[in-house]
């Protein structure tokens, strides 16, 4: 079946350092794939998408790269704020579709000043 | 009004009790979800319905019953939970099932469950 596996957190950066959190997947054919942020008592919100290899979804100052040869879609910002502290949430669609959604456990960012 | 608003925020119930939980979406969505949100663990579907037609149970056990009475309005009533039921319970909308509907989910704040 499909399943997303994160990295585990807490990850915890400096305010202006540089974040990388991985995502790989598992799927049949060609998924989209997502990246969701949570904010502190919030309910999820996308933060970005891609729906095919070789896409770079981009939001905010983040980034991620639909790699098929690896079947990662880490997610990348070249300088964190305190703003960003959220947890962030990997996903795949197999359909594109919302209703097939496989989410990943999330990873906490913590950042300090 | 915000996008997705669920209510309670937050609820404690014994095991014996029944109580439920409320979602409204006020985004002309014609699809409404329910997931539950356990720590260290990957969001689970429950439930997905379409135009007010339930579309898929995620073999979710029955002492959790969804109603969906509009497609603005979802609804999960609890009866006879276990201690293993609390979690945070997210609703969540889009337009669509297929078609208009890109993927993205617009969620609820959530309703933190717990149960003694």
């Known amino acids: 079946g499909n399943s997303v596996t994160q990295m585990e957190g807490p990850v915890t950066l400096s305010e202006e350092a540089f974040l990388t959190i991985n995502c790989t997947y598992t799927?049949?054919?060609?998924?989209?794939l997502f990246w969701y942020v949570q904010y502190p008592g919030e309910g999820l919100q996308l933060l970005l998408k891609?729906?095919?290899?070789?896409d770079k979804g981009s939001n905010k100052g983040f980034e991620a790269t639909y790699r098929k040869e690896t079947t990662s879609f880490h997610l990348e910002k070249g300088s964190v704020q305190v703003s960003d502290s959220a947890v962030y949430f990997c996903a795949l669609s197999p359909t594109g579709t919302a209703s097939k959604l496989t989410f990943g456990t999330g990873t906490r960012l913590q950042v300090t000043l | 009004e915000t996008g997705v608003t669920q209510t309670p925020r937050h609820l404690v119930m014994g095991m014996t009790n029944k109580k439920s939980l409320k979602c409204e979406q006020h985004?002309?969505?014609?699809?409404m979800y329910w997931y539950k949100q356990s720590a260290k663990k990957p969001l689970e579907l429950m439930f997905v319905y379409n135009f007010k037609e339930q579309t898929e149970n995620n073999s979710v056990p029955s002492r959790f019953s969804p109603e969906c009475p509009n497609s603005s309005h979802l609804f999960l009533h609890l009866h006879t939970l276990q201690p293993e039921d609390s979690a945070l319970y997210l609703c969540?909308?889009?337009?669509?099932?297929?078609?208009?509907?890109?993927?993205?989910?617009?969620f609820g704040e959530g309703s933190r469950l717990t149960v003694l």
């Open positions: 969540a909308s889009s337009a669509g099932l297929a078609g208009t509907n890109t993927g993205e989910l617009f």
């Open positions: 891609a729906t095919k290899a070789d």
């Open positions: 799927a049949t054919g060609y998924p989209s």
């Open positions: 985004l002309g969505h014609n699809a």
